[in-house]
Antibody, heavy 122, light 107 residues
Framework: EVQLMESGGTLVQPGRSLRLSCAASGVTFDEYAMHWVRQAPGKGLEWVAGISWSSGGIGYAESVKGRFTISRDNAKNSLYLQMNSLRVEDTAVYYC???????????????WGQGTLVAVSS | DIRMTQSPSSLSASVGDRVTITCRASQTVSSYLNWYQQKPGKAPRLLIYTASSLQGGVPSRFSGSGSGTDFSLTISSLQPEDFAIYYCQQSYRTPFTFGPGTKVEIK
């Protein structure tokens, strides 16, 4: 069974930085693309960023481009999201998500972590 | 970006009812359309991918159809555990976008 465990979410002030981590188990991590998807409180789902199995392909939503950086360490079965210049509107539960395919452009989200809450407020 | 809409935004139904939710894309997404179920306080769960393929472990009462811009998710006989929010999502091109969700409530 695939298990994805996010960590790093917390309350942070606007303009500050935060790094989220996701530890994967029960899956051959380096065979699949991975993503971050977020959900603001009481709202719908928003794709944030995706990365291919080899880190050769990466994509971002316009709302985070230039501020967030997705990365992975296949040796550690881990996914990361470096979030800089945080804004109030970045407040959300951030989910670590496994893709069905190797390329992040696959976009089929077949396994989800339980999420980690990032709250941006002064 | 491809905009996704869903109808209805919410519905009330009884156990055993047949329920259909529709999803429309602002431009063609071919068959790159996926459906997710989300229960309160939980992460979403993939139900259907590429419009009509049932994800492993998902009960066969769930089915999907459509192509191009118009899609539907059908639950053939609603069960108590099916009360949740359902989202469609296009995987045709990035940025991947979701519909606003359809809340299925108990009548």
């Amino acid at each position: 069974e695939v298990q994805l465990m996010e960590s790093g979410g917390t309350l942070v002030q606007p303009g500050r930085s935060l790094r989220l981590s996701c530890a994967a188990s029960g899956v051959t991590f380096d065979e699949y693309a991975m993503h971050w998807v977020r959900q603001a409180p009481g709202k719908g789902l928003e794709w944030v960023a995706g990365i291919s199995w080899s880190s050769g392909g990466i994509g971002y939503a316009e709302s985070v481009k230039g501020r967030f950086t997705i990365s992975r360490d296949n040796a550690k079965n881990s996914l990361y999201l470096q979030m800089n210049s945080l804004r109030v509107e970045d407040t959300a539960v951030y989910y670590c998500v496994k893709d069905f395919l190797q390329d992040y452009a696959g976009g089929i989200f077949d396994s989800w972590g339980q999420g980690t809450l990032v709250a941006v407020s002064s | 970006d491809i905009r996704m809409t869903q109808s209805p935004s919410s519905l009330s139904a009884s156990v055993g009812d047949r329920v259909t939710i529709t999803c429309r894309a602002s431009q063609t997404v071919s068959s790159y359309l996926n459906w997710y179920q989300q229960k309160p306080g939980k992460a979403p769960r993939l139900l259907i991918y590429t419009a009509s393929s049932l994800q492993g472990g998902v009960p066969s009462r769930f089915s999907g159809s459509g192509s191009g811009t118009d899609f539907s998710l059908t639950i053939s006989s609603l069960q108590p555990e099916d009360f949740a929010i359902y989202y469609c999502q296009q995987s045709y091109r990035t940025p991947f976008t979701f519909g606003p969700g359809t809340k299925v409530e108990i009548k």
